[in-house]
């Protein structure tokens, strides 16, 4: 496997794909056996480099049922399925109002099992990554014992959450 080249083109031909070495994405210095700027590629990538991650439905797609999504919550009024499990959301919304909040009780609920917000069964016990971005170690102890008193939630496991602040985990 080598580097692929990518070429923009000059003109409205589709951009050229070619394995090999790849140049740096900036213009820092490499160091010897840095190799964090190239792709892997093989001959079979280079000549449709977007085959491996793309899907072009077929016709059973529009026949047959999908999955059944498997959710993170279930609401105990209607029984719906709030947040799917194992997917990526966001909590967008002005500073102030309770976000960083809503995420620690949530971390609680997922990590004791017990009620989100008293109203949302979580639906597996599990280990819960917390990356809190404004909060030093001393607040986020604040956070997770006034939620769990809150939520009347057992203790829960040692190391069911793991406090991660953004600056230790640094997303690239």
Known sequence: MTAPNLTPPDDDRPWSYEC????????????PGDDSDQI??????????????????SAEWYKTPPPKRAWLLRDRRTD????????????????GVSKTEALVQLAVAIATATPWLGTFEPAIQGRVLLILGEEDAEEVQRRLYHARRAA????PPDGSIVRCP????PVQ
């Open 40 to 57: 892997e590629c093989d001959e079979a990538t280079a000549s449709n480099p977007w085959e491996s991650r793309v899907t072009i439905p």
């Open 152 to 155: 009347s939630a057992p203790t």
């Open 166 to 169: 953004s600056r230790a985990c």
């Open 80 to 95: 719906r399925g709030v947040l799917p499990l194992g997917k990526v959301g966001q909590v967008i919304g002005e500073g």
């Open 20 to 31: 090999g070495e790849a140049e740096p994405a900036n213009d820092r210095q490499r160091e």
